[in-house]
């Protein structure tokens, strides 16, 4: 009898390309990126760092309403999204915001659709996405659809998707994953694995590993990589992508990483079940840090390159704040006309009731 | 007597039927050591230990089986559902499954579980958070659903609910959680599960209510009553089985009734009550049954949630019709 659980495990290794000290320690894998697209990168996650400061203090204020902080996540979520093209369709969780902002989320409506007004949903039309989900899970067993469509239209474009290392857990993460393994279809399952689903740590979610392993069973291919890297990740899902789009299947990216912030705004306190070692050590591996270092050593990037990007940053989000304050207030009539095509009776008549209060 | 919230009664039942028990577990998404999102489990762990009180992996579907697993190893299990928003991830569990088992095993296999969750709305939760799906839970032969509208039967509904050897579906509004106290005794009691409770007593109309909307109803009364209308009020407390009982005593005796759901009028459980009125008492009706509810949209986004919920005005409103009609 052969028992084949500790070989699988010690097949999946962290893919790493920048170090903490953001030196290249695997040259093979650089990916091929001009120094604009690199300084594009740091551009982005830094703007998306301040971006997040601001929600948070937002929030605070009462100007914003849900909040998931993503501050340490953003070379997982940022890395992966630039490896996409404008057509590929995403389909985030409720952290994954930055995301879509970078594929062309106006920022007006990213805080509407924290304030909980629908407009925040209404996307351009260049944006292929669905606005952020709730439901823990429910967007990967809806990217085997996404990508199922994609190449039964012959398209060569992928869907990609995220959730965390709790939403794994899910019914829907291994139904997701199979679905797509079964019709080889063009997607990229994306699991950043920030070690705690709200306060439960990743140790008490499953028995495994690595949560890239859960692949194996779907018979995709799978691979952890270093999350507080960009290029590890941004590599890992280029590599993905062109493998999907090329017909050969889907893949599911563990990505290593941490948020340095609370859950959500809505009262979490990570002191509760997080340490302050942890903090710290996590602290050290900051995706910023260590891609500033790397691009300081190019001479790509400076303090007046930084200072710029968190002027531009904050402009845009003060503009923003005030377009979304600026929005009409929600009435119940928007959202009864929301519901169906075609109004049914029922509605009908309460539309006409709506009508007569909200015209007091 | 202690002053408690209603969050604070909740932990107390818990904690009286894991010391009186020791079938009892409680489980669920962060129960453990961050006690619940709401807190609702707040010290239970360090009270009672890993093995009674424990976080499960995040899903749904599976802390639903894995409760109906243990009742059927003699354990009396209390799952959390984080939100009652996401029963629809363990909806099989809950109405295909243990709402059955006695059923299909002619009573050889029993299902003794209490699923506790917040429902309800009005605090601003993101989408699919908040919502009133105690009429999916109602119309499920072989549930119980309970809905406690203050501190005092909160402990005592949800102590009876454990102490069942059917499963009872809990459900705590949001709203109510911290929102006043009440007098909860410390010794343990129990509140009985299927009997309504008279809220107020009123000679002219009966407003028949559940959860937030039995506060509602109660302030949409006291205005009444500056107009010279006496209305009685009453909390379901539980909505399935439906103390129908109390409500046509209520019905004959004032002619008139109004009932409320925070619910869209197309759910709840409302249109129920109102169908037995009419077929139980009509020659004691002097005008028809009205309703208050929510419209029948998907929940309203948290920037309109205060508008499209329903009020005491809306109450008032209603029971005006009702008086001249
Ligand atoms: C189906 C479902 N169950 C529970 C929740 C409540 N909830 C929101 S976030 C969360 C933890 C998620 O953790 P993880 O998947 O690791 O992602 P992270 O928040 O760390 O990014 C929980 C339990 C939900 N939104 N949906």
Partial sequence: ?360 | MAQMTMIQAITDAMRTELKNDENVLVFGEDVGQNGGVFRATEGLQDEFGEDRVFDTPLAESGIGGLAIGLALQGFRPVPEIQFFGFVYEVMDSISGQMARLRYRSGGHHTAPITVRAPFGGGVHTPEMHADSLEGLMAQQPGLKVVIPSTPYEAKGLLISAIRDNDPVIFLEHMKLYRSFRGEVPEEEYTVEIGKADVKREGKDVTLIAYGAMVHASLKAAEELEKDGVDAEVIDLRTVSPIDYETVLESVKKTGRAVVIQEAQRQAGVAANVMAEIQEKAILHLEAPVLRVAAPDTVYAFSDAEEVWLPNHSDIVEKVNAVMNF
């Fill in chain 1, 1 to 360: 009898m052969k028992h084949v659980l500790e070989n699988v495990e010690s097949q999946f290794e962290m893919f790493q390309i920048l170090n903490e000290d953001g030196k290249i320690v695997n040259k093979d894998d650089m990916p091929d990126l001009s120094d604009e697209d690199l300084k594009e990168i740091m551009r982005r996650m830094v703007y998306t760092r301040i971006l997040d400061q601001r929600s948070i203090a937002l929030n605070r204020q009462g100007r914003l309403g849900f909040y998931a902080p993503t501050a340490g996540q953003e070379a997982s979520q940022l890395g992966s999204q630039f490896a996409l093209e404008q057509e590929d369709f995403i389909l985030p969780g409720y952290r994954d915001v930055p995301q879509l902002i970078w594929q062309g989320l106006p920022l007006y409506q990213a805080f509407l659709f924290s304030k909980g007004h629908f407009h925040g949903n209404q996307f351009p039309e260049k944006l292929h996405a669905l606005s952020p989900q709730i439901i823990i899970g429910a967007q990967y067993v809806q990217t085997a659809g996404v990508a199922l469509g994609f190449k039964k239209r012959g398209k060569k474009n992928v869907a990609i998707t995220y959730t965390g290392d709790g939403g794994t857990s899910q019914g829907d993460f291994y139904e997701g994953i199979n679905f797509a393994g079964a019709y080889k279809a063009p997607a990229i399952f994306i699991v950043q694995n920030n070690r705690f689903a709200i306060s439960v740590p990743v140790e008490k979610q499953t028995n495994s590993k690595t949560l890239a392993q859960k692949s194996v069973a779907a018979g995709i291919e799978g691979i952890q990589v270093d999350g507080m890297d960009v290029l590890a990740v941004y590599a890992a899902t280029k590599d993905a992508r062109d493998r999907a789009i090329n017909g050969d299947g889907p893949t599911l990216i563990e990505t290593l990483t941490y948020r340095f912030g609370p859950h959500t705004m809505s009262g979490d306190d990570p002191t509760r079940y997080r340490t302050e070692e942890l903090d710290n050590e996590w602290a050290k591996k900051d995706p910023l840090v260590r891609f500033r270092k790397f691009l300081e050593g190019k001479k790509l990037w400076s303090e007046e390159d930084e200072n710029k990007v968190i002027d531009e940053a904050k402009d845009d989000i003060k503009k923003a704040i005030k377009q979304a304050e600026e929005q009409p207030k929600q009435k119940v009539t928007d959202l009864i006309g929301n519901m169906y095509e075609e109004l049914p009776s029922n509605l009908q008549e309460q539309m006409e009731i709506y009508k007569e209060k909200e015209s007091k």
